[in-house]
């Protein structure tokens, strides 16, 4: 019998999504007037179906694992064992770009962004991988900045942008 | 039959314009460029690509999308040969031979075997939905809130249920797509739902950051994370790059058969193309004369799938543009794509936006040309794109993704909740849940809200309606057993047994 924590995991999250749900319907109003169908029937029918699937899910999960699956082991996919700097380089690289986006501003974001991530995946050239990803993020900005109308934020080079009357 | 040729003259009155044909070009031209990187399908093309029409007028803009779509698919198609990485999972009977035939040095004619019966399954796929499309309109106009909830109840439960290895996990993904669709603003009493005060959550989950999170930020998690250090072999072309008269003769046959088993799944709302993929490996492996060269590379094994792929995809336009039924993930953005024009797809559509329909429909007949002759000359550069090394590809994959959803409120919120749906699409990755329910359940959850309601304020909150009206009912009965069924059988299978 294989049992997997993830997949168990994975159906109580479902399960206890359902049950958020739920309880978040409790918390809306009935009342739909005309039709007598307010805006918590559908969340209702919604948190009903998580539940019943997380729990169909737990059970397939406790009584020899889901049903159906491709074989885990990381050989059979043609895959390597978990990699997990890749995984945190990336997720890294998401972080920075989410705190920086509003005060360094588009270009140095995504510059960083980009080079997070091409260190994820092993690149051993940091230098390289922050020059392109900034020419690449320049370019972007300015062709939706100036092509298509469409504003994003000049940060930190917004003073350069201004200098360079874009 | 006059009535037809005459909207279809309109059609290509409008896709021929000028400006319209330049965005096809453009949006082949991209979408080829984008699909071909590895990795990145033609849902995650088309979602990516969004940002870059809110400035064209509807045709314009859906005249690119039609394009991106072709040249998205195609350029899938290319990455699938040469370096065996299906970026779609109706790519992985393509994946079969086509690499293969590449690793013989018959890179070349798989190619082409796959550009020249993309063409003419999506051409024959484009008549047959000109044809079928004024048919189902008639139909569907006859059609009240209960038959259209019906039908998206049937759309929900063969999506998740029929489609793919587990019921239970289609159904998972479909019930938290539907919950993503919950969060916001109700349409009919102005509640918020779900919402938990934030700002950005007000006007609901976008489809498009749903569809890049799952696709673009858990596919780079997940590529990151489990094959980033793997060996990467991409074949080169050499030899031939034309058919042989023996390839061609091969070939037509497979071309025709798969587009006759593609259409009809795309087009009933049981879409996805995988199924068709596999049905037309299977049967052109049993009619092959040679079926002992199927595993080696044989060129009716790239040919019928491709065929049948394109086929499905231009057929799941038809519920898209005739019912406003998305069957696919591409379809689901494509309706997305729509509704930021204030435009939803249906019935009415056809009478109201005739020119804007029928240029569509047209523009998939000049677009099935364009990216005949735009593709096969500049496969070189095409090829050059799978070159470029996977740590920069996938800096840039991230950049775009991000810039499509920040460019919504100009707020990190949405980046966070991008984040979110790349873990959420990385655990699905990685433990086999469909991604296609959880986004059609977005789009569609709403629609499908507002139509019970609607039902119901009719029939002054009778609940019968929905039993007693024929079509309703049948539809009703149908997504019960697709749902069922599959158990059923199994029980009095072993029953038997």
């Given at each position: 019998m294989r049992r997997s924590t993830p997949e168990i995991a994975l159906s109580l999250g479902v399960l206890v999504l359902g049950v958020g749900v739920s309880i978040g319907t409790l918390l809306l109003p009935g009342e739909g007037g005309?039709?007598?169908?307010?805006?918590?029937f559908m969340p209702a029918v919604v948190g009903g179906g998580l539940v019943v699937v997380g729990a169909w899910l737990l059970y397939e999960a406790l009584a020899g694992?889901?049903?159906?699956?491709?074989?885990?082991?990381p050989a059979a996919r043609g895959e390597h064992p978990f990699h997990a700097p890749a995984f945190l380089w990336v997720s890294m690289g998401l972080f920075a770009h989410m705190a920086l986006i509003?005060?360094?501003g588009f270009v140095i974001a995504g510059g960083v962004l980009f080079a997070c991530v091409a260190r994820g995946f092993g690149s051993q050239r940091p230098t390289r991988d922050v020059a392109l990803g900034f020419a690449l993020a320049l370019g972007a900005f300015l062709f939706f900045v100036k092509f298509l109308n469409v504003s994003l934020p000049g940060g930190w080079l917004a003073l350069v942008f201004g200098a360079a009357g874009i | 039959m006059g009535e037809l040729l005459a909207s279809l003259g309109t059609g290509f009155g409008v896709a021929l314009q000028p400006a319209n044909l330049l965005w096809g070009f453009i949006g082949v031209t991209l979408g080829t460029f984008v699909g071909v990187?590895?990795?990145?399908g033609p849902a995650l093309t088309v979602a990516m690509l969004?940002?870059?029409?809110?400035?064209?007028?509807p045709t314009g803009a859906l005249i690119m999308f039609a394009g991106i779509y072709y040249g998205a698919m195609f350029g899938g198609s290319t990455t699938t040969i040469?370096?065996?990485?299906?970026?779609?999972?109706?790519?992985i009977a393509t994946a079969l031979e086509g690499n293969r035939m590449a690793k013989a040095g018959r890179a070349g004619p798989a190619l082409a075997t796959s550009a020249v019966g993309s063409f003419v399954a999506g051409t024959i796929a484009t008549l047959l939905l000109t044809l079928l499309a004024p048919l189902v309109v008639e139909a569907a106009l006859k059609f009240g809130p209960a038959e259209y909830f019906a039908l998206m109840v049937f759309a929900f439960t063969t999506v998740?249920?029929?489609?793919?290895?587990s019921t239970v996990r289609g159904l998972a993904a479909l019930f938290v797509g539907l919950f993503l669709g919950?969060?916001?603003?109700?349409?009919?009493?102005?509640q918020t739902r779900?919402?938990?005060?934030?700002?950005?959550?007000l006007d609901g989950v976008d489809v498009v950051v749903l569809a890049v999170g799952l696709f673009a930020v858990g596919e780079t998690l997940y590529v990151a994370a489990y094959s980033s250090r793997m060996p990467e072999t991409l074949e080169k072309l050499k030899g031939s790059m034309w058919m042989s008269r023996d390839d061609w003769r091969r070939s037509a046959p497979a071309w025709l058969r798969a587009t006759f088993i593609g259409f009809p799944f795309g087009s009933?709302?049981?879409?996805?193309a995988e199924i068709p993929t596999f049905l037309s490996y299977a049967l052109e492996k049993k009619l092959?004369?040679?079926?002992?060269e199927f595993g080696n590379g044989a060129i009716e094994g790239v040919a019928g799938p491709e065929a049948a792929n394109n086929a499905a995809a231009t057929g799941t336009l038809v519920p898209l543009l005739?019912?406003?039924?998305?069957?696919s993930a591409t379809a689901a953005i494509l309706l997305s794509a729509f509704q930021n024009y204030g435009i939803q797809p249906g019935p009415l559509l056809f009478q109201t936006q005739g020119a804007l329909v029928w240029g569509l429909i047209a523009s998939l007949y000049v677009g099935n040309v364009i990216l005949l002759v735009l593709n096969l000359p500049l496969i070189g550069i095409w090829v050059r794109v799978l070159a470029i090394p996977r740590p920069l590809l996938y800096g840039g994959i991230l950049l775009f993704a991000t810039l499509g959803a920040y460019s919504?409120?100009?707020?990190?919120v949405d980046l966070a909740t991008l984040y979110v749906f790349g873990l959420l699409g990385f655990a699905m990755r990685r433990w086999d849940i469909p991604v296609a329910p959880a986004i059609i359940g977005l789009i569609l959850g709403p629609l499908a809200e507002t139509q019970f309601r609607r039902a119901l304020a009719i029939s002054e909150g009778d609940a019968s309606v929905f039993f007693t009206q024929p079509i309703s009912a049948t539809l009703l009965a149908l997504a019960v057993a697709a749902v069922l069924g599959p158990w059923l059988w199994r029980r009095f299978r072993s029953a038997r047994a």
């Open positions: 005309y039709a007598r169908i307010g805006p918590n694992g889901w049903r159906q699956r491709d074989d885990d082991l509003g005060t360094a | 990187l590895p990795g990145v969004l940002p870059l029409t809110v400035k064209l007028d040469l370096l065996n990485t299906p970026g779609e999972s109706a790519s998740s249920a029929v489609l793919g290895a919950l969060i916001g603003i109700d349409s009919q009493t102005g779900f919402a938990f005060g934030v700002p950005e959550l009933i709302p049981a879409g996805g092959a004369k040679h079926p002992e005739t019912l406003g039924i998305p069957t919504l409120h100009q707020s990190w």
